[in-house]
Structures are given as structure tokens and as C-alpha cells.
């Protein structure tokens, strides 16, 4: 019996790779009472709690449990750690305009978060695998405490060092646009790197101390803060329009900035915005075309910003609600499209 599970047990690492499977010949004990390995319950009997962080997941096959295991694994970090969605966005957004910024481990490390089951955690293995009598497949994956403290702990000293360059960058420039840029990442970074630190004291407790991280962000918050207060935008419009006048509000208070009148501002957005009717000789519906560009410009300094535009069509029954239609498609594209836009020239200025 126990050599036909040892066969079992080769073929299947054949199958789905030696780096996936540590198959052993089963001699696992199985609780009669459950159908189900003794190790499953009591993972710390079979490998040392010390050593690994370990989780365990069953399924109707050895890939479904071992997807499942990992899912289980992930989610240790996805209970104990909130908030991370929108940091990862944001990490995210800003290494895709920023080459410097930018760091693969970093970006791996975040996504031990948010990792889907079918993909693998880093420094994790399956330890065991085995069938209980329920016949079901159980699988037990690891991640190797110490090569992991190793590398996250590499990983946030190399963020520290940009984060150090970013600070310094913010305090020494003239422009209050890229004073704002620099210090709007060295915050994300820090965030970064207390999440990281988060990370590690699920992974490896009491092996790093995780006030460093916490302090940097306190710093980095009040940094970011004192350029905000520096950061005033004024807004130009050629029309009334509060629909559009709110989306752009809302989209640059987003990025960091503050509105006043252009008495106190360092920074001018001018909006222009058209709407016409357009003939379409449609009987069944009213259209109107409508072009929208924002420019920034920096009083005082000689630099110069590209200008935002966008354009597009709208139709509806009556000739009106085709004009608050396109009001509305023109303020969607302020809140996605201008944002990236404006995220793109505080990465492109640093």
C-alpha cells in the first residue's frame, strides 16, 4: 500500500513540477475520526512554527488545495494589515511614470497582500502534501521566516535612501510644482515601507522595529503638509460652469494642492470649455460637440507644462439634457483622464 502511494506521490511532483511538490512517502498519521492528516490541524508537529509561516488548503485536487493554501497564507496579511488598496495605487501610478521610483522587489512585496491564490508568494514552498482517507488532497505551504526578514529588510533600506534623495530634492527646489511632486513621493515611500514593516512583523516578530518606519511616515506627512500650504492653485474658467469647476477642484486637492484666488496662488490653471449644437438631422435625438483644455503655468519660473485636452460628442432627447450630458462626460474625463494627466507632469518635473 505504501508503495503505491509512493508512485502516486512521484507522479504527481512530475506533473506539477519539483518546485511545487516536496512529496513524501506517505506515512502521515490520519485521524480516523475526520479522514484527514493528523498535520493538517497541527502543522507545527510536522515543521517548526519558528522556521515557516504556514497555512493549510484542501480541494478535490493537489493544484486546488495548493492554490488554496496559498490563498490561506495571503490572507494572514490581508487580515492584519488594512488600507493597503489605495497605497498599492498609488505606488503603482507613480513607479509607471517614474523610472527612479520604481522597484520590482518593492512592487512584489506590496502584492503579498493582494496576491491571487493561483500565484506563488515569495520564499514559500509546499512542505507536505498528502490524501486523507476523506479523499481529499491537503496541502501545506511555508514561507521561510528568514530569508524573508532578509529580503524586506534590504528592500525598505533601499527605499530609505530614496526617500532621504526626495526630501532633500523637495527642500532645495524653486518650483513649488516639483517641491510638491518630491515630497508627495517621498510620503508614498515611506507609506511603503510601514506597510513593508507591517509585513515583517507578521512574518519575522520581534526581529525589526517597526518605530523607524512609523516615524519616517510622521515625517513625511508634516513635509508634505508644509508644501501644500506653499502649493496654492488659482482656477481661470470661460464659464460658469459649477459641474466643471467642482471636478477640477476636486481632481488637483487630490494631488495635493490647495485653491485660492490668483492674488495668493503660485500655480494658474486656466479651463476652457465649448459646447455647440450639432446637426445631425437625427429625429430621434439632440447632439452637441463639446472640447475641453485645461493649461497650468507657473508664474515666476521659467517652466513650462503641456496643455490637457479632450473632446468628445453627446446626445439625448432634448437639446438641454445633451448639454448636461456632455457637462457631465467632460467632468468624468477631468476626475480619470486629467488626473493621470496631472500625476504625469508632477512625475515628469522631478
Same mark, same amino acid.
Request: no cysteine; proline share 4%; aromatic share 8%.
Given at each position: 500500500m505504501n508503495t503505491i502511494k509512493l508512485i502516486f506521490g512521484l507522479s504527481l511532483c512530475m506533473l506539477t513540477g519539483a518546485s511545487a511538490c516536496k512529496t513524501q512517502q506517505s506515512t502521515q498519521e490520519t485521524n480516523t475520526v475526520s479522514g484527514?492528516?493528523?498535520w493538517?490541524?497541527?502543522?507545527?508537529?510536522?515543521?517548526?512554527?519558528?522556521?515557516?509561516?504556514?497555512?493549510?488548503? %484542501?480541494?478535490d485536487s493537489f493544484e486546488n488545495a495548493r492554490s488554496r493554501a496559498y490563498g490561506n497564507l495571503t490572507q494572514i496579511f490581508r487580515s492584519q494589515i488594512d488600507g493597503s488598496q489605495q497605497l498599492i495605487s498609488e505606488f503603482t501610478e507613480s513607479s509607471e511614470n517614474n523610472a527612479a521610483f520604481t522597484s520590482n522587489e518593492t512592487t512584489r512585496l506590496l502584492n503579498n497582500i493582494r496576491i491571487e491564490a493561483t500565484e506563488e508568494l515569495m520564499n514559500t514552498e509546499v512542505l507536505t502534501s498528502d490524501v486523507g482517507t476523506d479523499g481529499r488532497y491537503y496541502v501545506l505551504v511555508g514561507m521561510n521566516r528568514s530569508s524573508s526578514l532578509e529580503v524586506y529588510?534590504?528592500?525598505i533600506q533601499v527605499n530609505e535612501t530614496k526617500i532621504n534623495t526626495l526630501t532633500q530634492g523637495s527642500s532645495t527646489q524653486e518650483?513649488? +510644482?516639483?517641491?510638491l511632486s518630491l515630497a508627495k513621493e517621498a510620503l508614498i515611500l515611506a507609506k511603503v515601507n510601514d506597510n513593508l514593516a507591517r509585513q515583517l512583523e507578521i512574518i519575522s516578530p520581534g526581529n525589526f522595529d517597526r518605530n523607524q518606519t512609523t516615524a519616517r511616515v510622521t515625517e513625511a506627512e508634516s513635509r508634505f503638509s508644509e508644501v501644500q500650504e506653499q502649493a496654492v492653485v488659482s482656477i481661470d474658467m470661460n464659464s460658469h460652469n459649477?459641474? $466643471?469647476?467642482d471636478a477640477v477642484s476636486k481632481t488637483i486637492q487630490e &494631488?495635493?494642492? %490647495?485653491? %485660492?484666488?490668483?492674488? #495668493?496662488?503660485? $500655480?494658474? $490653471?486656466?479651463v476652457n470649455y465649448n459646447a455647440q449644437e450639432a446637426n445631425l438631422n437625427r429625429d430621434d435625438a439632440e447632439f452637441v460637440t463639446w472640447n475641453l483644455s485645461i493649461s497650468i503655468s507657473e508664474p515666476g519660473m521659467e517652466r513650462s507644462y503641456q496643455t490637457f485636452t479632450t473632446r468628445g460628442r453627446?446626445?439625448?432627447?432634448?437639446?438641454?439634457?445633451?448639454f448636461k450630458r456632455a457637462e457631465l462626460t467632460a467632468s468624468k474625463e477631468?476626475?480619470?483622464? +486629467? %488626473?493621470? +494627466?496631472? #500625476? #504625469? &507632469? $508632477?512625475?515628469?518635473? #522631478?
Open positions: 484527514v492528516p493528523e493538517v490541524n497541527n502543522p507545527n508537529r510536522e515543521y517548526s512554527d519558528a522556521r515557516y509561516l504556514m497555512a493549510v488548503g %484542501s480541494g529588510t534590504n528592500e518650483s513649488v +510644482f516639483r517641491k459649477a459641474v $466643471l469647476r &494631488q495635493g494642492f %490647495s485653491i %485660492s484666488g490668483p492674488e #495668493n496662488s503660485v $500655480l494658474q $490653471l486656466s453627446d446626445g439625448a432627447l432634448s437639446l438641454v439634457d445633451a477631468i476626475e480619470t483622464k +486629467f %488626473s493621470e +494627466f496631472l #500625476n #504625469n &507632469q $508632477l512625475s515628469l518635473h #522631478n
